[in-house]
């Protein structure tokens, strides 16, 4: 029976003994001041957001610094001091002497973390936190700390020297720390590192698995601390070779069940997630699909996962693998889960193949070097005639939806029908007659045949087939029969998505602008083998389908719009001439950029697009025009021929269509301010017949190409847009089928630094404005230079001295000097634009560094101050009780010194 009076007196003890002195501050002071250099590091800011991400990767290192300081003492000075025997004939057992100096050194680590805490107030002066998550970590912080503790208390018992103890505890705690980076270490060993085990911690969980790791490090290490400190009553003996050898099996006997019983609590971890609106959480809808399968169609799920995956797949894996398993013990009789360790060149990478899933090579950096990894981790879900097949999980596919998605397409007996139209986009794919080539199917098919039925229509088709859902893209493309069948559909109340854009950036020869491509295009056209095509319904101006709709589209307008969410993504855009790049983000300042109101929209964050359209309802009609999206209130529109001019050369001979897009003159937002509406839904009845019309418009094809896929699987430059989650939620709720909407716009929301996103802004706008100024300068500039050529040709032609042959030659004269001149002038006024602008763009970096930089400085040193202030304060109040326990006629006076 534990005497807790016993237990209570060796805690404050050594609790009291280790603020006793300077050290101990110091120590505190050192681990609050390296904690806080390590979290709010740049890439701290460079991420912008409120978490302490960059401390977790760290602070297992961390650990390795401040528990030894902590436990150095806690043996090592007993038997220094020769106290060790003293304390040990007390009336007290040794497991309550451990355990009252094992609470002490945690009481001591707990205080230190307290002090950390600091790091917690800056994160709330910068932005809003998530406080669940904070809690998790710091819990998380809290019991790595305390399994820790118990090796450098074990390091502390094998010698009487603090500093070997030091030592020797960093070496200890090193163990578990970096068991995951032995080479060629099982996944076993991996999954038995600090890091790996707090992992769920730093995301905001509690893991059972977690809890378990640390509680049996502490056990495990208590127990050779127990063995080490009753050795005294075995050794010296006749049977002391015997006992050493009879604890050091018991301890080995003691690990292998400990990590057993770890790797049987890793592979079911339930957790509990205490981030803001719980998203590592099993949704209801996915539960609702869960407890929707029946044994009569039951669901095979088959995994075929590598063993080892790159660093930055990790976490794909663990959700991917913990989800399943989740499933498989939600899913009831009805949902079967194999999970098949996949490598390279065995049965199981062929039987993979044989369902489509191919491995797919993965770069890394290991250690500075560029490793390549051929990588299985794709998942095929069966049922009795359905089939769904997930090839690959990327970095930023969102694993519970795609998985509850394909669950549910299986588990029904039948599908709905989405037509895709066929037109000169040829998104299901198809032949180019202009090439020669075969044309592969666009992402947006594939993604929608995991829960549709998915089939290419011609316009001729339209009238005699059956669809629940038809998507148009670039409709403008169509002869005026085609339009008029789609005009007739559209009208007869069948539900359409239909997208069109007035310049579609990666593919501008569909422009509607651009007649239809001849067929026999390429070497072909060269060589006199082009046929001509039928020209498009009303010029590529679509003007049937507006007027059915009662809307209003320019087939040649874009929108152009100063908000910038990612600065640096910009730079790379116009690099590749890619200049106008609009954001439908509620931080743009517009109001209701998504409709708050539309299932479609409402649980949207951020749309990219290139180049969009406008729309606008008919003042009269009798339709409802819904908008879905809008751009920013500073957006302008700019027509064809301000953003696009002709490229010539061969790019034109071979059929590209001699376009080229260039940045568009300057004018200020403030002339017109305005949200132009993107997309827009229409419903109702109209016309004569009164026949219902029910579909959606969108301004912008570019937004369902390939690129956001790779954009979204990849996270590339760290972007998260939800441009694929758009196009699939229209079509789900033309469709009537709402039950992924909510689950696929999930998405974590994460706090960003506020404070400093503030102050940014003003200096981004105040930019902004110096370069529409630098802009209007120089094209004033070059308007004055073109006005005085204007002006001296006139004079020449007004001439009547002049005869014409004579007038002809000072004419041209005057027009190449002054073309010499203006070109001069020309490259001078262009050059001071650009340095105008860079040096408003370099004063912007300069002030937002300046802002970040003095963040650091508060964030860095301000924490440590309040351990600081206590330790000096303690400091002399011992002074002052060491001066009050002296006489003081023996007190050395200054006088007398």
């Known amino acids: 029976m534990l005497r807790l009076h016993v237990i209570e007196a060796v805690f404050k003890r050594n609790f009291m003994s280790y603020f006793s002195g300077v050290v101990g501050y110091l120590f505190i002071v050192a681990f609050v001041f390296v904690g806080s250099f390590l979290a709010f590091q740049p890439q701290f800011f460079a991420n912008n957001l409120a978490n302490l991400d960059q401390l977790n990767h760290w602070f297992a290192w961390l650990l390795l610094f401040i528990v030894p300081a902590i436990t150095m003492s806690t043996w090592s000075d007993e038997r220094k001091q020769g106290t060790d025997e003293l304390l040990f004939t007390l009336p007290a057992s040794d497991f309550e002497i451990l355990l009252g100096k094992y609470l002490a050194v945690l009481g001591v680590y707990t205080v230190a973390l307290i002090f950390s805490l600091s790091h917690v107030f800056i994160l709330i002066w910068l932005g809003s936190p998530d406080k669940g998550l904070l809690f998790a970590t710091y819990f998380g912080y809290w019991v790595a700390g305390s399994a820790l503790l118990t090796a450098g208390m074990l390091a502390s018992a094998l010698t009487s020297s603090p500093a070997v103890a030091f030592v020797l505890g960093a070496i200890f705690c090193a163990i578990p720390v970096f068991i995951d980076k032995i080479p060629f270490a099982p996944r076993l060993l991996q999954s038995l590192s600090v890091a790996e085990q707090f992992r769920d911690f730093g995301l905001g969980m509690i893991p059972a698995a977690g809890l378990l790791y640390f509680g049996s490090l502490a056990a495990f290490f208590l127990y050779l601390n127990h063995v080490l400190i009753s050795r005294r009553h075995w050794s010296g003996g006749p049977h002391q070779s015997p006992m050493w050898v009879h604890y050091l099996v018991r301890a080995a006997a ?168 066929r037109t000169d986009a040829q998104v ?98 060269m060589m006199g083998g082009q046929q001509q095509s039928p020209p498009k319904s009303d010029d590529g101006k679509a003007t049937k389908l507006l007027k059915a709709l009662e809307i209003g589209w320019d087939h040649e307008e874009t929108v152009w719009d100063r908000y910038d969410s990612d600065p640096k993504f910009r730079e790379f855009l116009l690099s590749v001439g890619l200049y106008d790049v609009v954001y439908i983000d ?118 369902i190409t390939n690129a956001f896929f790779f954009i979204r699987d990849k996270e590339w430059q760290s972007l998260k847009v939800d441009n694929i989650a758009f196009v699939l939620n229209a079509v789900d709720v033309l469709a009537n089928d709402d039950e992924l909407l909510a689950l696929r716009s999930r998405q974590p929301q994460l706090a960003t630094l506020e404070r400093i ?120 109040f011992r002074i002052q009780g060491e001066r009050e326990g002296i006489n003081p006629d023996r007190l050395v006076s200054r006088k007398s010194a």
């Open 254 to 421: 003691l690990c292998v069940i400990l990590i057993g019983v770890n790797s049987i609590a890793t592979a079911r971890n339930p957790r509990l997630d205490l981030t803001r609106g719980h998203i590592y959480s099993l949704t209801p809808t996915t539960k609702k699909v869960l407890s929707s399968v029946k044994a009569d169609r039951p669901v095979l799920i088959q995994a075929f996962i590598s063993p080892e995956v790159p660093h930055e797949l990790v976490p794909t894996r663990t959700t991917l693998i913990g989800l399943l398993r989740q499933f498989q013990n939600k899913g009831g009789s009805g949902l079967q889960v194999r999970i098949a360790n996949t490598e390279k060149y065995t049965d199981v990478a062929e039987e993979a193949k044989r369902y489509g899933i191919e491995s797919v090579e993965v770069q890394s950096e290991p250690g500075g070097r560029i490793v390549r990894d051929d990588i299985f981790m794709g998942v095929v879900i069966t049922s009795v005639d359905q089939q769904v097949v997930i090839p690959f999980f990327d970095k930023g596919t969102p694993v519970e939806y795609e998985l509850t998605g394909a669950i549910r397409t299986v588990s029904q007996a039948t599908r709905k029908t989405v037509g895709i139209l």
């Open 428 to 525: 299901a794919g198809g032949f180019d007659m202009q090439s020669f080539r075969s044309l592969p199917e666009w992402r947006i098919a594939q993604e929608l045949k995991k829960q549709y039925d998915v089939k290419t229509v011609g316009p001729e088709e339209l009238a005699t087939t059956t669809l629940d859902v038809l998507i148009a893209v670039m409709p403008s493309s169509l002869t005026d029969p085609e339009m008029q069948n789609l005009v007739d559909y559209v009208s007869k109340g069948n539900a359409t998505l239909i997208f069109d854009d007035p310049f579609p950036a990666f593919m501008s020869g569909v422009a509607p602008h651009n007649p239809k491509p001849r067929a026999g295009g390429g070497m072909m056209g």
């Open 586 to 703: 509620p931080a743009s300042e517009a109001r209701f950029a998504f409709n708050p109101e539309s299932p479609i929209t409402k649980d949207l964050h951020k749309v990219m697009l290139f180049y969009p359209g406008s729309l606008r309802p008919q003042e009269k009609r009798k339709l409802t025009f819904e908008p879905l999206m809008r751009s920013g209130p500073h957006s302008l529109t700019y027509g064809w021929n301000d953003y696009i001019t002709s490229a010539g050369g061969m790019a034109a001979m071979f059929g590209g269509g001699g376009m080229m897009p260039v940045m568009p003159p300057a004018k200020s937002a403030r002339d017109e301010e305005v949200s132009p509406v993107i997309a827009a839904r229409i419903t109702g009845s109209a016309g004569e017949s009164g026949k219902s019309i029910n579909a959606i418009f969108v301004a912008d094809m570019d937004m």
């Open 757 to 876: 996103e503030k102050s940014k802004q003003v200096f981004k706008k105040q930019e902004a404005e110096q370069s529409v100024d630098a802009e209007k300068e120089a094209k004033s500039a070059l308007e004055g230079v073109q006005k005085d050529l204007d002006e001296e040709a006139e004079a020449i032609r007004n001439d009547s001295s002049l005869d014409p042959d004579t007038q002809r030659i000072k004419l041209m004269m005057a027009q190449q000097n002054k073309q010499r001149e203006l070109d001069v002038k020309k490259a001078n006024i262009e050059d001071n634009k650009k340095r105008k602008i860079k040096k408003a763009n370099d004063e912007t970096q300069k002030k937002v560094r300046e802002i970040e930089g003095s963040a650091w400085l508060l964030a860095t040193f301000l924490p440590p101050i309040p351990a600081l202030i206590l330790g000096i304060i303690m400091f002399a």
